[in-house]
């Protein structure tokens, strides 16, 4: 099937991260094992040296659960198929699996953007932070600082795709120039988040 320009190319993207194959399960025997958190920690801790791995996969175990939950109540309280949709709008089409006739619903009247987390999303999220923490702290720079902690967890819930890191990095920008009381320069803004995406990943 050809991937048309605003669809993500799977097969290209699993490639850029050394993923060559993949496999699906129709069924899964899920196993809880039950061990002792302690003895995990110290026998981690002692393979690596530092507990700095060890604290970034506990944030990332962290982050999945938090995306699996939300989830789990979209589609618990409207159903699998609005709920599905629901969560791809709030967390982008990579949290979740749509059917490929739902996708083709949108794709035919030109809104398949919308089951794609972008920037639009992310300066949604931080610009309410922002509006809400202007009446609950006096402290500039607080109200920035709570603004950018919003924007890091939607980050690190919707996932480091180009569209949000650009937007991310537009955002703090901004919110460092408010920091300092200065106007931000858009185009320039722009420009440098583009530069900055395309030192840390040129594809």
Request: net charge positive.
């Given at each position: 099937?050809?991937?048309?320009?605003?669809?993500l190319?799977?097969?290209?993207?699993?490639?850029?991260?050394e993923?060559?194959s993949?496999?699906?399960?129709?069924?899964?025997?899920?196993?809880?094992?039950?061990?002792?958190?302690?003895?995990?920690?110290?026998?981690?801790?002692?393979?690596?040296?530092n507990?700095?791995?060890?604290?970034?996969s506990?944030?990332?175990?962290?982050?999945?659960r938090?995306?699996?939950?939300?989830?789990?109540i979209?589609?618990?309280?409207?159903?699998?198929?609005?709920?599905?949709?629901?969560s791809?709008?709030?967390?982008?089409?990579?949290?979740?699996?749509?059917?490929?006739?739902?996708?083709?619903?949108?794709?035919?009247?030109?809104?398949s953007h919308?089951?794609?987390a972008?920037?639009?999303n992310?300066?949604?999220?931080?610009?309410?932070?922002?509006?809400?923490?202007?009446?609950?702290?006096?402290?500039?720079?607080l109200?920035?600082?709570?603004?950018?902690?919003?924007?890091?967890l939607?980050?690190?819930l919707?996932?480091c795709?180009?569209?949000i890191?650009?937007?991310?990095?537009?955002c703090s920008?901004?919110?460092f120039?408010?920091?300092?009381?200065?106007?931000?320069?858009?185009?320039?803004?722009?420009a440098a988040?583009?530069?900055i995406?395309?030192?840390l990943?040129?594809?």
């Amino acid at each position: 099937r050809i991937i048309l320009p605003w669809e993500l190319d799977s097969r290209r993207f699993l490639t850029r991260r050394e993923i060559f194959s993949t496999c699906t399960a129709k069924s899964a025997d899920v196993r809880v094992l039950r061990i002792n958190r302690c003895d995990v920690d110290q026998r981690y801790s002692n393979q690596n040296g530092n507990a700095i791995t060890f604290l970034s996969s506990s944030f990332d175990s962290l982050v999945e659960r938090c995306r699996s939950r939300i989830i789990k109540i979209h589609q618990v309280n409207i159903g699998n198929r609005e709920g599905d949709f629901l969560s791809s709008v709030v967390l982008g089409d990579r949290a979740v699996v749509l059917g490929e006739d739902l996708k083709k619903e949108f794709r035919d009247v030109g809104l398949s953007h919308l089951l794609a987390a972008s920037g639009f999303n992310l300066t949604v999220v931080t610009g309410m932070t922002y509006w809400l923490a202007r009446f609950l702290f006096q402290s500039v720079w607080l109200v920035n600082g709570v603004s950018f902690v919003s924007m890091f967890l939607f980050v690190c819930l919707a996932g480091c795709s180009p569209s949000i890191m650009r937007a991310a990095l537009m955002c703090s920008m901004l919110l460092f120039s408010r920091c300092v009381f200065r106007s931000l320069h858009a185009p320039a803004a722009l420009a440098a988040a583009l530069l900055i995406t395309l030192i840390l990943d040129p594809l």
